[in-house]
Structures are given as structure tokens and as C-alpha cells.
């Protein structure tokens, strides 16, 4: 089945700065890979997502790449706010339904933005 | 309103007790999900139903068992549970789609297991 890797584990920047995590997956059959955060204290919320047919996709101060070939994909905050303080998720999942169709995740990263 | 909603949202038990999780949601899905959080394994997806049909059992022991009455209702019966399953339990819906969809995760149940 999909195993998908997350790192780093923890992440410390300052305002202002730019920050990213990287995630690899291992079935190269998948094609859908979101991105999670959760806030203390509350539910993961989807926050940006990219399917395989394209290689980056960008909303407002967060981007996503996919590198199919070398299956990883990242993610990308500009501007660091004390808001993004939180962890993030990444996750795969691939085509059709059962069990290559459902969400794997990887383990977190905490996101720290110091003010 | 988010349209996930989690009842308890904490509990806590004995090992020796049985207690069950519920989960509605409001948003017109078809797929209803559990996934456990805890330290050692953010976001483990345990059980998966599509049309109120279970399509996927994560090797998850029997003391955990899921039952999905119609599409917005999810329960997760607990009993006989050991200390080490304490740990947030999330539920999510989706609409299933060939390609990944959004999950919408309720606030999940914090159970401690004494």
C-alpha cells in the first residue's frame, strides 16, 4: 500500500520568512495530493491540493509542487504569519475506489512562526 | 457549523467498559471515515464507508467496531479497550470521487482509557 514520508517534523522560521516541507510517497499509481492543517486544538482543514496532471499549483501565499518522476511534492508558504503556526499534513491517495482511493497520511510537520 | 459534529467530545473510560462515538454530518456525503490521532501515528485511518458499506477494515482490532446506519450517521462501539488506545478519534466525510476528494473532519472525541 501508499507509505508517504513528511519532514522535517518540526519547523521554526521567522515572520515574514519563507517556509517548506517535503513529502515523498511510494505508489507511483497515486494522483491526488492535498494538504492539511490543524491549529491547536482544532480539525485538520484542507488548505491546497494538486492533482498529477499538473506540477504546481498556487492560491494566494501557499504553493504546491509535484514531482511525479521523483514522487515528492512540497509544500510552500511565503510571508510567514504568527497565524500559520500550526501542523501540517500531507497526504496521497490514488485513482478509483477502495483502498487506493482513500487518504494517507503523512506525519506532521509543526510550523512555529515566531513574531 | 462545519457540518461534521462529534459526540463525546472527550470521554473517559475503563478498560473494562464499553462506550460508543458518534458522528453526523450535515453535508450530504456518502463516505464516512475513522481515523485515530495520536503521537506515534497522526492521522491513522482506521475504518472507510461508501454508501453506508464498509470498503476498508485497516487492520484494526476487534475491540474497535464501526457501524454506519445510513450515510450521516457513523458510530465507532468501543469495549474492553487498553490504555494505549487513548487517542484523539476524528471522524470525516467526503464524497467519493474517482480521484481524491475533500475529507471535512468533525473536532474529533478525545478518549482516555484509564
Known amino acids: 500500500g501508499e507509505n508517504v514520508e513528511q519532514h522535517p517534523s518540526t519547523l521554526s522560521v521567522q515572520e515574514g520568512d519563507s517556509a517548506v516541507i517535503k513529502c515523498t510517497y511510494s505508489?507511483?499509481?497515486?494522483?491526488?495530493f492535498p494538504w492539511y492543517k490543524q491549529e491547536l486544538g482544532k480539525r485538520p482543514q484542507l488548505i491546497i491540493d494538486?492533482?498529477?496532471?499538473?506540477g504546481e499549483k498556487k492560491d494566494q501565499r501557499i504553493a504546491v509542487t509535484l514531482n511525479k518522476t521523483a514522487k515528492h511534492f512540497s509544500l510552500h508558504i511565503t510571508e510567514t504569519q504568527p497565524e500559520d503556526s500550526a501542523v501540517y499534513f500531507c497526504?496521497?491517495?490514488?485513482?478509483?475506489?477502495?483502498?487506493?482511493?482513500?487518504?494517507?497520511f503523512g506525519k506532521g510537520t509543526k510550523l512555529s512562526v515566531k513574531p | 457549523e462545519t457540518g461534521v459534529t462529534q459526540t463525546p467530545r472527550h470521554l473517559v473510560m475503563g478498560m473494562t467498559n464499553k462506550k460508543s462515538l458518534k458522528c453526523e454530518q450535515h453535508?450530504?456525503?456518502?463516505?464516512m471515515y475513522w481515523y485515530k490521532q495520536s503521537a506515534k501515528k497522526p492521522l491513522e485511518l482506521m475504518f472507510v464507508?461508501?454508501?453506508?458499506?464498509?470498503?476498508e477494515n485497516n487492520s484494526v482490532p476487534s475491540r474497535f467496531s464501526p457501524e454506519c446506519p445510513n450515510s450521516s450517521h457513523l458510530f465507532l462501539h468501543l469495549h474492553t479497550l487498553q490504555p494505549e488506545d487513548s487517542a484523539l478519534y476524528l471522524c470525516?466525510?467526503?464524497?467519493?470521487?474517482?480521484?481524491?476528494?475533500?475529507?471535512?473532519f468533525g473536532e474529533g472525541s478525545r478518549l482516555t482509557v484509564l
Open positions: 470525516a466525510s467526503s464524497q467519493p470521487t474517482v480521484a481524491g476528494g475533500e475529507l471535512f
Open positions: 505508489d507511483s499509481a497515486s494522483n491526488y
Open positions: 494538486i492533482r498529477s496532471n499538473v
Open positions: 497526504a496521497a491517495s490514488g485513482p478509483g475506489g477502495g483502498s487506493q482511493g482513500n487518504l494517507i
Open positions: 453535508l450530504g456525503h456518502n463516505a
Open positions: 464507508y461508501n454508501f453506508k458499506e464498509q470498503t
